[in-house]
């Protein structure tokens, strides 16, 4: 699990600012295992010690943010709409199978030569970060 310091560190050294509605979703991405809506971190945030009711679209402009710095992914995995997750690596990506809702971590070697192509053949630089592919897990898949 990555540290909020470790998060707070990194937003300081790139020179922005670190209010506390921005301290406290950090903190609340930190805490949260795996993928996160707004609705999820803001409960989170609501449940934490001395609780704040931080606004969605507060918690949604503070994501943007974190995104465009590189410290947060964004994606849409089904059912759940836009979720949301700390970058622990660079590239995070997932099969999601659309009978059964299960979710299959992806390696980025799939993708890897999909963006050599496209820079190659279109001088596109793909941003292909945290990727959800949909079909049928081999468990629904049928025979």
Known sequence: MIEAESIFDRVKDSGERLTLLRRLVIAALCQQPGHATVADLQARILAAE????IPA??????????????????TDIGAAGAVYELVAQPYHHHLVCLN??????????????LRASLR?????VARIEHMAVFGLCAACTPV
């Open 120 to 124: 190659r053949d279109h001088g596109f």
């Open 57 to 74: 679209p507060t918690v949604y402009r503070t994501l943007q943010w974190l995104k465009g710095l590189g410290i947060v992914s964004q």
């Open 100 to 113: 059964c809702g299960a979710l299959i971590d992806l390696d980025d070697a799939y993708f890897a030569p």
């Open 50 to 53: 001395g609780g704040h009711d």
